[in-house]
């Protein structure tokens, strides 16, 4: 976590700077409102260029707290950098520069600029809040966002270049450059000399196996002579497939579902959820795939104390508990492992051959608890949804020191951290990660 | 969980970057340039920026422009007929009338500032 804390700390360390360099460099001030006004509209600038830094996939950022929450803290800070320059212009107006500032029409092209950029940040920030309710697919979404957010931070850069009065620093102007280039670099970097260089060496697919109705494993093998990157059993990566020429090239991002054990190959099962995904099971052997692992923090190896499991997964949610399983039985490992696994007709249990072989090996001290919401008359198993009755009548009503790691649909995973959370486990003891990047 | 983190790490960020803009407004505003010298510096902006060349201070007579002792104790703008406002002397100032020259490229906000503070202690 020293990681994490060094982040934070120079996160705000970057964003504060130009808040400073002006208020002991600068060479006059205002009165407070106006002064205030000033310092949101510098720091909502910086917030917008570490934007790109934190949407990167830069690996040390992404190991201190996992790709999931970097993502949504650029979320959150997304709605940070949005209110302070809102209020920018608003604490401007009201601290002398007059309302017409806000309401005028006659005014100069920079500060309509700087009008735009914000109605068009705003707009951003809307949509890519709301996206699932506009049910707005991700893929356009992913391109609008592309497109917007490096046109906000030109528009930001021109108008407070121009109309700024700290920019008139030469320490400032070098700040401003020095923050622009890194933005269009990284976002560069990031959409387009990454998925060439990935590209450039990309994996095989070596087979694909169908799992159940419309669940296929893919499984990729890396060029000739270069090794598997590393992962750990739970962790996810982004892929690329290059197939048919009719078939979509769009980057998606699945779960690992094989063990790091494996030296040959890297594999995702992959359920037909959306456009892209129902092509999946059109992948052919030969077909090239760009591979950018491995993310994610949901992953047993990095609590090697914890012993006692209960993993509970929803569907397809089983990837990376299968990851782990998997490594627990080639690393002829002792944990004692619960899995709840929920489906919804017995035709959509995934690895259930493979999960009852488990169970028999011992590596893991594996047991499998299935439970279907729609099952068929002869089936005798568990019925319903997970909810908190059968998670005490599996686990014993006080889960001492088990440890929890759930995966599923977000409506079952938010119903099951809620039970468990009334079940008096504390948080610490509950793992999630939320792999949709739309909730 | 981590979850639970993220929100705590947010919050923690958010309250840290306010007190931070906060403050150091404050000490920009009151500390390093503190209030009672915007009006020293604008009598000198009045001066250096030629201001004075076409107006009294201590005067309401018409020198090229009309004088301006008082200024704010009065009700309207002598040119324009505006409500004497900070606001509406900034717009003079930026787009003035008949043969005043606009200001609005010459002074920097900061220094349009201190000239109003001036104006307001005549």
Known sequence: MTGGILCIILYTGFVVLPVILATFLGSGSERFIPELGKNFGLMGFMILIAQFILAARIKWIERAFGFDIVIRYHKNMAVLAGCLLLFHPLLLAAGGRGWQLIAGLKMPWYIWLGKVALL???????????????????????LGHDILGPLIIVMAFTHSWIMGDDLELASMKTLWIFALILAIFMFLYHVMIRPWRLKRCSY??????????????????????????????????????????????????????????????????????????????????????????????????????????????????????????????KTMDTHSVLLIFANKKEAQIVFRDELAEMEKGGHPRLKVIHVLSRPDEDWKGETGYVDREKIERFCGADPGGKVFYVCGPAPMRRAIIADLRNMHVPDERIRMEIFSFLE | MRKTKLKHTTITVTITLVSVAVIFALIRAFVIHPAD??????????????????????SMETKVGPGLEGLFKQEKLPMSGWKVTEENVRMQLETPFKDMPSFADRLTREQMTQLIEYLKAL
């Open chain 1, 204 to 329: 095989r697919v070596v087979d694909v196996q169908p799992e159940t109705e419309n669940v296929w494993t893919i499984k990729m093998t890396p060029p000739e002579g270069a090794d598997i990157y590393d992962y750990l059993p739970g962790q996810f990566h982004f892929v690329t497939f290059y197939r048919q020429m009719n078939l979509p090239v769009e980057e998606h991002h699945w779960t690992i579902s094989s063990s790091p054990t494996e030296e040959d190959y890297v594999s995702s099962t992959i359920k037909a959820l959306g456009d892209f995904t129902s092509t999946i099971g059109k992948t052919k052997k030969g077909d090239r795939a760009a591979v950018h692992g491995a993310f994610g923090r949901f992953s047993h190896v990095l609590h090697p104390e914890e012993k006692d499991l209960v993993f509970i997964a929803g569907g397809i949610g089983i990837t990376p508990f299968m990851s782990m399983l998997r490594h627990m039985r």
């Open chain 2, 37 to 58: 010298s915007f009006a020293e510096e604008g009598s000198v902006l009045f001066v250096s920026k030629g201001c004075s060349q076409c107006h009294f201070v201590d």
């Open chain 1, 120 to 142: 068009v940040l705003l707009l951003n920030i809307f949509v890519s809040s709301f996206q699932t309710s506009f049910k707005l697919k991700y893929e356009k979404w992913r």
